[in-house]
T-cell receptor
Framework: DAKTTQPPSMDCAEGRAANLPCNHS???????VYWYRQIHSQGPQYIIH???NNETNEMASLIITEDRKSSTLILPHATLRDTAVYYC???????????FGKGTTLSVSS | EPEVTQTPSHQVTQMGQEVILRCVPI?????FYWYRQILGQKVEFLVS????????KSEIFDDQFSVERPDGSNFTLKIRSTKLEDSAMYFC????????????FGSGTRLTVV
């Protein structure tokens, strides 16, 4: 089972920042936090991952708290195409598979 | 940008028939995965494959399922005797490494068992 807790749904206005929270209070020191999204019934899409430092790429930023018990995915300027289910996943030791939970359904509206 | 390619995009099969779903992972990736998603449900892990053997599998991946990398490019999932409840989207994924690498997923094969 997934080791993370996410709100089931969130809304965001187009052009505004979308901040998606995730709790992972039982994360261990060698576990990474991964974010994926799934648009409609397409294959999941990798967004970003991190261990303890904040990370940024062309899609999003990942903010991990100092105690690593929670994180926030930030889409700086949400568009309608960002409407999707967003999954926060804690990845176990090397070789263990990604396990998806129910995620957060983000709805971006104009 | 490199892609994971899955074929066919949609397959309809009769209950009890064998079906093979095909995937071409990204060429320099070493780890391969199959997932499935029943309509309206979450994405479920089936199996991971590395160095020509299964490295991890879920409870779903029972004796009816098998995986193979028959050549240097293809990665297949076989369901020996399909059941109605096997109807789902099946996603293949690949990655360069494990803990510090993301997966690239294909666009999926929609399997309908009738």
């Amino acid at each position: 089972d997934a080791k993370t807790t996410q709100p089931p749904s969130m809304d965001c206005a187009e052009g505004r920042a979308a901040n998606l929270p995730c709790n992972h209070s039982t994360i261990s020191g060698n576990e990474y936090v991964y974010w994926y999204r799934q648009i409609h019934s397409q294959g999941p899409q990798y967004i970003i991952h991190g261990l303890k430092n904040n990370e940024t790429n062309e899609m999003a930023s990942l903010i991990i708290t100092e105690d690593r018990k929670s994180s926030t995915l930030i889409l700086p300027h949400a568009t309608l195409r960002d409407t999707a289910v967003y999954y926060c996943i804690v990845r176990g030791q090397a070789g263990t598979a990604l396990i998806f939970g129910k995620g957060t359904t983000l709805s971006v509206s104009s | 940008e490199p892609e994971v390619t899955q074929t066919p995009s949609h397959q309809v099969t009769q209950m009890g028939q064998e079906v093979i779903l095909r995937c071409v992972p990204i060429s320099n990736h070493l780890y391969f995965y199959w997932y499935r998603q029943i309509l309206g449900q979450k994405v479920e892990f089936l199996v991971s494959f590395y160095n020509n053997e299964i490295s991890e599998k879920s409870e779903i991946f029972d004796d009816q399922f098998s995986v193979e990398r028959p050549d240097g490019s293809n990665f297949t999932l076989k369901i020996r005797s399909t059941k109605l409840e096997d109807s789902a989207m099946y996603f293949c994924a690949s990655s360069v490494g494990t803990a510090n690498y993301g997966y690239t997923f294909g666009s999926g094969t929609r399997l309908t068992v009738v």
